[in-house]
């Protein structure tokens, strides 16, 4: 199974194995990787599963959807990486990714 | 009142022909009788017309998934005032309140993102020391041994006081800001804290004065970190007419005041109807984390926002044609037994309690909720570490209105040692 890297805020690293074609938000949340909530439960309804993608895998997740850019308009200390991670699917293409969460979802 | 005794709601609940069924009226929830009603058109008529209620023709959204759906459809569900805006109740058409939650976008995300950064995590991390400070003062000097009113005593004050701050308002005259709130939504009654829409517009031109100072103290000064100071600077908002500054300091002051004050409440009556959650809870005082989304979704705080269609939709099957309103209830999708596991009761340590609905969800989703929940957190940590228990020792008594899910009365006693 590909393998994602998810930096905590404070830089503590977990490295999870995710199934393919379940998003990265999902990866975070089954594993208990703290710092990601999904409060909507993966329907890029609200805006905390913000992750910063890392620079060198940021093509290859992808573009961000138009909901998922008005979304992401209302989250705090974006970036031009930010990417909600409910809106990234798992792929043989992703193994390795390294995202890095915010401060705070919200 | 003449609420009626003795209904058996549940069986008129099933017994109702479904064209009679109106689960807008407030009594419902003054009375505390609404769940049957929404159950059943969860199991029997999901999307749901009235033709005739209170509030007009309407349609009511019931289930978890349907009540999502619509909140993603901003572009055919219209929250601009213009049409009604964002309560089942429409307001007399030249007494109209604009404010960024009944706008749509481009205009609402534009005054939204002028007053978020409040509740930005980093302001929220500078807010906590002062929250906990006021909860501990709140908190030491509550009588021990006889009744009194929660509600009262601290819901309303932690609110209030934490709303005070936001604003920078002047901390003696906090209480105005409970009374604005309570009578910007109250339902207009002979008896009622409001009795005519007249007397609720003397109300806001009171409201609207105070501001005013504060506005021109603030638009000439350096800006600073409070709400006022934002609006007054801030690109999107520093032109706005006075019936929208009105229009959206309602806005901060309703949704800073009922929906926390309420879940307070509430919380205190859940633990203490729910005996053994309590007990889970001194067992370990971690599960507050869990608990405190837990109290949110079971009060809903707000039972319902409303929608316009601007164009034809459909929703649950059903054609939703422009023009009409549609009322999404929280209330029930939060009960929603094919969105949640046992919706009908208390548990503290639900695997995912932040999935409801009483936020809402899509663009329009509280801004504060992040702020709700530090403020509901830090109270019941520090309840935690000072009181065995806190009884409940009556009735409590609700708001007669079907967009408020609020306690006024919640007579309670810590016990004297």
Known sequence: MPQVTYIEHDGTEHRVAVEEGLSVMRGAVDNGVPGIDADCGGQCACATCHVFVDEAWFAKTGDRGEQEESMLSFAAATQPNSRLSCQIEMTAELDGLVVRLPEAQH | MNAPVNV???ALARSLPLDKLDVSDPALFRDDVWMPYFRRLRQEDPVHHTAESLFGPHWSITKYNDIMKAELAHKTLSSDSSYGGITIRDRPA???LPMFIAMDPPQ???????VQPIVAPGNLAKLEGVIRERVCRILDGLPRGETFNW?????????VQMLATLFDFPFEDRRKLSYWSDRATAFPMPGGIIETEEQREEVFAECLA??????NERVNAEPRPDLVSMLAHAEATRNMTPREFLGNLILLIVGGNDTTRNSISGGVLFLDQNPGEFAKLRANPGLIETMVPEIIRYQTPLSHMRRT????TEIGGKLIRKGEKVVMWYISGNRDEEAIEEPDHFIIDRKRPRQ???????????????LAEMQLKILWEEILARFPRIEVVG?????????????TDLPVRIPAN
């Open chain 2, 94 to 96: 030249d007494l109209r």
């Open chain 2, 210 to 215: 105070y501001f005013t100072n504060l506005w």
């Open chain 2, 309 to 312: 269609a601007v164009a034809d």
């Open chain 2, 8 to 10: 058996d709601h549940e």
């Open chain 2, 395 to 407: 009735e409590p008594q609700r708001i007669y209105s079907s967009f408020v899910h609020g306690i």
């Open chain 2, 356 to 370: 409801h609905l009483s936020f809402g969800f899509g663009i329009h989703r509280c801004v504060g909720n992040r």
């Open chain 2, 108 to 114: 609402h995300d534009e005054q939204r993102k002028a």
């Open chain 2, 151 to 159: 509600v009262d005593h601290v819901s309303i004050e932690l609110t």
